[in-house]
């Protein structure tokens, strides 16, 4: 059956999807983008997706579509799509600037693509490796999850290189930050404890909705912790919570107690409220405003 990608600002087929070559997204990596999975029809925790796309759009000054018009442009494309995708697909919403004269980005609304494929079939559990790369926590976009990747990619490939699935990086004092694909949550003094987002960590949504229901707290400790720590959960919107079997090579107890009744405790709310629109707005607003400004004293961003 044809895949359907809404561009812009309509369906079009997978193969008539077309995008300009001097794209600022293309050209400069000048974009941003979301990604969340779609469950029989239902995209999961929309409205903190759409919330995140707009912070982080405005952080780039991107000019983006309204809300009901995204929400509209989703919706359709989750139903010209849902027969070929499934049960459980991957939905990705990328904002992309518009290449003007020179250096410049053409004004007007950002290129809109929304695509809907079928989730990636992953294993029960993951392997990690540390690398010290780091991530800097003062970066003009630190926690901006724009569509400059390559970094990322790159260290990925490193630890699939020493057969891991995923490396957890740093940030430039030493804490224990985030994956290159997920935020992290570890065991620590009896508990499952995720960074703060002054580790210049992505504000994730799966990392957010485990924070609010008691699932796991907020506390920075140092990247060595890995070595010593019990369990390691790995989180994002296309994984929710999984469980991390092997730290650098170290063989982990899985599933662990307090990883199975955390993985227990988020699938139940997540049935509760597919959307999880709790208000979050507001804070990711304030953390935009600390880290906006280069060169300014270090802040601590908000918890969430």
């Known amino acids: 059956m044809t895949s359907f990608v809404w561009l812009d600002d309509g369906l079009v087929t997978e193969s008539d999807a077309r995008v300009p070559i001097n794209n600022r997204a293309f050209t400069s990596g000048d974009g941003v983008f979301e990604a969340l ?7 999961f925790a929309l409205t903190r997706h759409l919330d995140r796309l707009a912070n982080a759009a405005g952080r780039l000054g991107l000019e983006c579509a309204d809300d009901a018009s995204l929400r ?4 359709q494309t989750i139903e010209a799509n849902l027969a070929t995708v499934g049960t459980l697909g991957r939905l990705r919403m ?4 518009r290449t003007g004269v020179g250096l410049d980005r053409a004004p007007g609304l950002a290129t809109l693509v929304i695509t809907l494929t079928p989730a990636i079939t992953r294993s029960e559990y993951s392997s990690v490796i540390t690398v010290s790369w780091p991530r800097n926590e003062r970066a003009l976009l630190a926690g901006v999850k724009t569509t400059s ?8 490939k490193y630890a699939q290189s020493k057969g891991a ?6 940030d430039t004092t030493g804490r224990l930050c985030e994956g290159t694909t997920c935020n992290v949550a570890i065991e620590y003094d009896g508990k499952l404890i995720t960074p ?12 957010a909705l485990a924070l609010e229901w008691g699932i796991v ?26 469980v991390v079997d092997s730290v650098n090579g170290r063989a982990l107890g899985v599933p662990g107690k307090l990883a199975s009744a955390a993985i227990a405790e988020f699938h139940r709310n997540e049935a509760v409220n597919p959307d999880s629109a709790i208000a979050i707005s507001s804070s990711v607003r ?5 880290w906006v400004t280069p060169g300014a004293p270090y802040a601590a961003s908000p918890q969430m």
Do not use: F, W
């Open 37 to 43: 999975k779609v469950v029989n029809g239902v995209p």
């Open 149 to 156: 990747y390559a970094e990322g990619l790159a260290m990925l």
């Open 217 to 242: 707290e907020e506390h920075d400790v140092a990247i060595e912790e890995l070595s010593t720590t019990s369990e390691v959960l790995i989180t994002s919107s296309t994984r929710d919570l999984m």
């Open 165 to 170: 699935d995923e490396a957890l990086m740093p």
């Open 72 to 75: 509209d442009a989703i919706a």
């Open 94 to 97: 990328t904002l992309a600037g």
């Open 196 to 207: 703060t987002l002054s580790t210049g960590c992505l504000p994730g949504v799966t990392r």
């Open 286 to 290: 304030r953390i935009s405003m600390t």
